[in-house]
């Protein structure tokens, strides 16, 4: 019942990283479903060495257009399921926000925006994603992948 999540079916966690020009950076797929985005996070390679500071990230550098601007540290953009760390920023807690707050949690939804249209591009274009696959965990192959009528 492990792969059983918190909308009552069977599902595994896809996470991943993609970038501005909605390029995947990186993918891990396997968690189980019951699990949260940010517990997923935690036990993958990425997230292990991100948190021993050893995933070599890009040194700071301007943001575009603004060649004199000071250096902006790069990191990834989660939840409220992640963890607030250095290398990952996360929306403010919805209630009693201040107006600055208020923008920035706008947008912080705006960035991560991104990464939901990489996913919509790549399901467009490998159009099986719309589909429900029967698949058992312990079975890789995939010969082993029938479609389902959910």
């Not at 939840?79 to 290398?87: H, K, Q």
Request: one cysteine or more; glycine letters at 8%; proline letters at 6%.
């Amino acid at each position: 019942m492990h792969y059983f999540n918190y909308k009552k079916f069977f599902s595994m966690v896809l996470l991943a990283v993609a970038d501005a020009s909605y390029k995947f950076l990186y993918v891990d797929m396997g968690a189980i479903g019951s699990e949260s985005d940010g517990g997923a996070f935690a036990q993958t390679r990425l997230g292990e060495m991100l948190l021993q500071q050893e995933a070599n990230l890009p040194q700071p550098e301007a943001l575009p257009g603004q060649p004199n601007g000071f250096p902006v540290d790069y990191f990834l953009v989660g939840d409220d399921a992640f963890p607030l760390r250095n290398y990952l920023m996360k929306p403010y807690p919805k209630r009693g926000l201040t107006k600055e707050e208020r923008i920035y949690n706008y947008r912080l939804s705006r960035a991560s925006r991104t990464v939901e249209n990489a996913f919509g591009i790549l399901a467009n274009r490998f159009r099986i994603s719309h589909v429900v696959m029967c698949l058992k965990p312990d079975h890789g192959g995939i010969s082993d992948v029938r479609m389902c009528s959910a």
